[in-house]
């Protein structure tokens, strides 16, 4: 019998989610949670966000070139931070929702 996907979600630990989001970042506790919509919403997202910086860097004298590259430092980890408050509170709405009484 193969678990739902609430189950998989519910049985996978919070923290270790929470921790793949923000340590590699780039969704990597989404995969971890078998969560594959999240996962490629946050890859794209992550790889949209370098294509910009890249496009936006070209014509970027040195002086400006720190500051974009800070931009696109701050613009990764806001991602990976959000990703991995979402991925922490799905498990707990799960596990939640698990624990409440049928009926």
């Known amino acids: 019998m193969t ?3 609430d189950q998989i979600l519910a049985a996978s630990a919070g923290w270790v989610a929470v921790l793949l989001n923000v340590m590699p970042g780039l969704g990597t506790g989404y ?3 078998r969560r594959w919509r999240a996962y490629w919403i946050t890859a794209s997202l992550s790889s949209a966000w370098f294509i910009a910086g890249a496009v936006l860097a070209q014509e970027a004298d040195a002086a400006s070139e ?3 590259q ?3 430092l701050l ?3 806001a991602l990976a931070l959000v990703t991995a408050v979402e991925a ?3 498990v ?3 596990r939640a929702s ?3 009484p049928a009926g």
Do not use: F, K, W
């Open 70 to 72: 800070r931009i696109g």
């Open 75 to 77: 613009g990764l980890v």
């Open 3 to 5: 678990p739902s996907r």
């Open 92 to 94: 707990r709405r799960v």
């Open 66 to 68: 720190v500051v974009n």
């Open 88 to 90: 922490g509170l799905s």
């Open 31 to 33: 995969l971890y949670q």
């Open 98 to 100: 698990a624990e409440e």
